[in-house]
């Protein structure tokens, strides 16, 4: 069952990359120093486009792609349960001075939020990094890219295990896999088309193709 899906999940990323674009461009804060900057947190994703599982799952790629370049990346459901029980409102999220306050909440060193203002046929994003200390955007990108037309929905399942063949079978990749795909499972119905799913992750890869490591 495994290998079927890793298989079918594969035929999607070669089927997209024949017809499919994205870019992606970022800007780093002149003589801002990354190295005092250790732990992070992905704030809920806003924008129109995708549904609540959707943007979940943008969460998860932005933080995974983090977790790569040696940052230490709050995990969602402690950033949920962190603002909630502090009561903190979602609306505050959406500025840079909100960002840098529920920052110090998560006691993190800076935070970033996305905004997803379209996501099917044409995929668009934006982020940006805010250093919590200090209230500053220190990093900002976008990127778009186009799936080439819809090619028919995916579950949570389909999308965990083709996370985890995406990322070579290793055990990181299989973990995230299943995080992934138990956030869009756990919405009724389903989120992404195989083709959404594989062109957020490249736009997003190449959004933060600029982005410090550790």
């Known amino acids: ?7 079918g999940f594969l035929a999607t990323v070669a089927l997209c990359a024949a017809g499919c674009r994205a870019s992606g461009e970022s800007v780093v804060k002149p003589g801002y120093d990354f190295g005092k900057v250790k732990r992070l947190a992905v704030l809920e994703v806003q924008g129109a486009g995708g549904d609540r ?13 983090l977790l790569s370049r ?6 969602r ?9 502090q009561e903190f409102a979602a609306s505050k999220l959406t500025t840079a001075a909100g960002a840098a306050e529920a920052g110090k909440l ?16 044409k995929i668009a994003l934006t982020s940006k990094l805010v250093d919590v200390e200090s209230g500053m955007v220190v990093w900002s990108a976008t990127g778009s890219g ?8 995916i579950t949570g399942g389909v999308v965990g295990a083709g996370t985890g063949a995406a990322l070579g079978g290793s055990r990181s990749g299989r973990i995230f896999g299943g995080a992934a795909g138990g956030a ?14 594989t062109q957020l992750r490249k736009v997003i890869k190449e959004m933060l193709k600029g982005f410090p490591s550790r």
């Open 184 to 197: 869009l499972g756990a919405v009724a119905g389903t989120a992404l088309t195989p083709a959404e799913d």
């Open 53 to 65: 599982a959707g943007r979940e799952f943008v969460a998860d790629l932005f933080g995974f792609e």
């Open 1 to 7: 069952m495994r290998t079927r899906l890793a298989v």
């Open 77 to 85: 459901t402690q950033i949920k349960s962190i603002l909630a029980e």
């Open 70 to 75: 040696g940052y230490d990346v709050l995990e």
């Open 146 to 153: 186009t799936t080439g037309g819809p090619l028919g929905a």
């Open 106 to 121: 998560l006691n993190v060193d800076a935070a970033m939020i996305v905004n997803i203002p379209e996501c099917g046929a």
